[in-house]
């Protein structure tokens, strides 16, 4: 019997198929399909896609000055945005913990100290450099809405955001409800020719909307103003000592936010520093001039204020002492018609007036006398 020799694909070559091979070959396709369906280990599975903490508010890459579709996880848009061109991350976080910010600090190679910064609240604003990372610490400021002032109203909330600038990524931080940042991104999307010029594009857009939410609260804080101002020198005086107080406070709290932002931001307009961009300067500027208004406001608001509660203590003094003179000036009104009382009160033999018959009547008649002058003195002078 002739022998048969086999090609490669199992097959006779007089043409006669080995039915075994053919089904070996289907069974170990099968097996691969069920493996990439069902995601066996060992199979051709793809990934399975992740998804970002709570702590991160919105994630994208921009690439000249525009975002890509979708939310990626933050490892991979910054893995995108350093392969292309033009191409940054934006990364907004909101309160992150301690694992979460690890996690960031390893994929955009911060170092500890600045993860720890970043992990912390109520910093001063500040620009600092660590390495090829600028760090830009801003407070934020809000108003809160009250029906009138007291002694415990809270008028402004703060809270601070930092911006870690990197060459291809920004990410924001931000702790505290106020200064939230997702107008901030919305608005600066729109400008597609501002956003191109990079990660500092991201820095501008939180300045220029942190400036002029301080503007803006100032605005509000000025109309307190005026309704303590109006209060305290009424004629009724209702605005009492503690809710003056107690808006200085909420004011100097404010001042605190605004008044330390200006040397930072001036570091930033040093065109010998590695700041942001020539295309970008002249918006900082803008941002710098509106920041110098909302200084000289606050500022005034502060010492209006101080003058608004030494004007309510002169005011206490002066009622204290009114009071002091109406008691003072009864006590005197009471005191005669005592001395008087107390003379003819005394039991001497040889006294004027004893064995008078009106003389009960006309110690009256002088107690009330005495009484009356005192009273129209006393009146005349003002102490009563």
């Known amino acids: 019997m002739p022998c048969e020799h086999r090609g490669r694909d199992g097959a006779r070559e007089g043409g006669v ?6 089904r070996d070959r289907a069974g170990r396709g099968v097996r691969a399909l069920a493996r990439r369906l069902l995601g066996r280990p060992g199979g051709d599975a793809p990934a399975p896609r992740r998804s970002n903490p709570d702590a991160v508010v919105d994630c994208a890459v921009y690439v000249n000055g525009r975002r890509e579709p ?11 945005a350093r392969r292309g061109r033009n191409a940054f991350v934006w990364l907004g976080l909101h309160e992150p913990g301690p694992a979460v910010l690890a996690a960031v600090g390893r ?3 911060l170092d500890e100290l600045t993860v720890e910064q970043a992990l912390a609240d109520g910093h001063r604003p500040t620009v600092q450099r660590h390495g090829p990372v600028t760090l830009l610490v801003l407070r934020t400021a809000g108003y809160v809405e009250h029906a009138e002032l007291t002694d415990t109203s809270e008028v402004i909330d703060t809270g601070d955001v930092m911006v870690l600038l990197g060459d291809r990524f920004a990410v924001t931080v931000r702790h505290g409800a106020a200064g939230a940042l997702r107008d901030v991104r919305a608005d600066i999307e729109r400008r597609p020719d501002l956003l191109a010029a990079g990660p500092w594009a991201v820095a501008y857009a939180v300045c220029d909307r942190m400036v002029d939410t301080y503007l803006e609260v100032a605005g509000h804080v000025e109309r307190d103003l005026e309704r303590v101002e109006e209060a305290v020198f009424a ?12 808006l200085k406070r909420e004011v100097v709290e404010f001042k605190r936010a605004v008044l330390p932002l200006q040397p930072p931001l001036r570091t930033l307009l040093d065109p010998t520093g590695d700041g942001p961009p020539r295309a970008l300067h002249r918006w900082f500027v803008d941002v710098d001039g509106r920041l110098g208004r909302a200084v000289d406001r606050v500022a005034a ?3 209006l204020l101080t003058s608004i509660v030494q004007s309510r203590l002169a005011q206490l003094a002066v009622e204290q002492n009114n009071d002091m003179r109406k008691i003072a000036a009864w006590a005197a ?12 009160g005394m039991n001497f033999d040889h006294m004027p007036e004893l064995a008078w018959r009106y003389g009960y009547a006309g110690a009256l008649a002088l ?5 009356l002058a005192l009273y129209r003195l006393f009146r005349c002078s003002g102490w009563l």
């Open 17 to 22: 198929v080995d039915q075994r091979a053919v």
């Open 70 to 80: 979708g939310r990626p996880h933050y490892d991979d848009a910054y893995a995108r």
């Open 107 to 109: 994929t955009f190679g």
């Open 235 to 246: 004629r009724d005086r209702s605005a009492d000592i503690q809710q003056v107080y107690q």
């Open 301 to 303: 608001y502060d010492d």
């Open 333 to 344: 009104i009471a005191a005669t018609q005592t001395g008087i009382a107390g003379i003819y």
């Open 367 to 371: 107690m009330a006398v005495a009484a």
